[in-house]
């Protein structure tokens, strides 16, 4: 018999009380597997909506760049001035126990970086624009990388889930089975042993 476990009754109570727990755990597996397909999906179509966005922002802020660099002659000068920006802060949230980043601007890391008199209605307008792009890409950058931890997620779930139903369940039902046979044959010796007894005994 498979892996010589010996046909008890203790052992085929274990081998179902296992077998009970893999099926539980392919259910829990199964259920997890298609919670994360379908965050997945949601989060594949708000990156495909954001990606849009992202190039028509594009477009409207070097646009408005431009317009600043006619009014102002250029901005490289004023764009040397940029101080490093710490405005961006990362947290991390869960779903079914995989770490997805949550990523988000600090207000307070952003401040005014340009005296008004230097500038122009037009500059303030393409600095504008530049923010909704630097908000879009860090919404498009979390959302990316939480579709590559989530997908990883899948697979490693996937993997188990296809190991308990395809390998896991089958051999402890074939033990059980085994087993069950062995009992239920030993039973019938016992029975058919105890009728010889009878008989004689009651001649």
Request: proline share 2%.
């Amino acid at each position: 018999m498979a892996e010589n476990i010996a046909p008890t009754k203790g052992n085929l109570i274990a081998l179902k009380n296992s077998l009970a727990l893999a099926r539980n755990g392919y259910e829990l597996m199964d259920r997890k597997r298609n919670i994360l397909v379908r965050e997945t999906m949601e989060l594949i179509d708000s990156a495909k909506e954001i990606q849009t966005k992202i190039v028509d922002a594009y477009i409207i802020a070097y646009d408005a760049l431009q317009k600043a660099n006619i009014d102002l002659g250029t901005v490289d000068q004023i764009a040397l001035t940029c101080p490093l920006d710490n405005s961006l802060k990362i947290h991390n949230r869960s779903v079914m126990g995989v770490v997805i980043p949550k990523a988000e601007i600090d207000p307070a890391g952003q401040t005014n970086l340009f005296g008004y008199a230097a500038t122009s209605q037009s500059f303030d307008i393409a600095v504008q624009k530049f923010n909704e792009v630097k908000e879009l890409t860090v919404r498009l950058a979390e959302i990316e990388s939480s579709i590559f931890r989530l997908s990883a997620a899948i697979r490693r779930t996937q993997k188990r889930a296809n190991a308990l139903k395809n390998i896991v369940i089958p051999r402890f039902i074939s033990q059980v089975s085994n087993i069950s046979d062995v009992l239920d044959e030993r039973e019938r010796e016992e029975f058919s042993h105890l009728k010889v007894i009878k008989r004689t005994h009651g001649k």
